[in-house]
């Protein structure tokens, strides 16, 4: 492009797909492939997995304070997973978003569809793409829940049915992504988003 061109929005980019599918491994290593990302920090109810960091990986409140976030508007989403809440926050988007950013989201299949309509509805302003990571196989997908040994044997089955239940909606998406190997899905998200960089790019 020779033209110098300023983007008017930012770009969201949602990542979505199900439980165990490695979408947050996948995001670490996108924001580290491309250093310009700016990562969306959700809050929630769950407690922090051995590792996590508030601020860093969630920030890590509890039942009362998201409540009183719910009721103030701080969400521009909100969703029950799994026993939890979690949060997008207005302030972590806006203001990024206002700058022309792009902006990384990583939020369950109802996160996706709320943001979704709150972008084509027009109530936020901003391009947005849809990226939906699915795991190469079921098999696969029921393996890694179990190599994760931080959820009980019940809770793992639970969230395989609920990941199989949640596959259904991938149509939904701009983009699936097979997440075969973390370096190669990131490299495709990351790829993704310089096309939809150029095309969603205002002026
Ligand atoms: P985990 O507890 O394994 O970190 O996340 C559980 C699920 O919640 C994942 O599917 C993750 O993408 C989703 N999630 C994380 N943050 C948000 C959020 O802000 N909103 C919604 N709707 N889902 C979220």
Redesign the pocket.
Known sequence: MTKKTKRKHGLLVVV????GVG??TVVRRLLKLNKELRLSV???T?PPRPGETHGE??YFITQAEFDKKVKKHEFL???K??G?Y???LVDELKDQLAKGKVLV????V??AA?LKQLVESGKMSAAAVFIFLIPPSVDILAFRLKKRKTEEEEVVNYRLRAAIAELQVMEKYDYIVVNDKVESAAEKIKAIINVEKERTLLN
């Open positions: 979505s797909g199900p439980s979408k947050s959700s809050a929630t769950r990986h969630y989403e909100w969703a997973v799994h939890y979690y949060g997008t989201c990583e939020v369950d109802q996160g709320a």
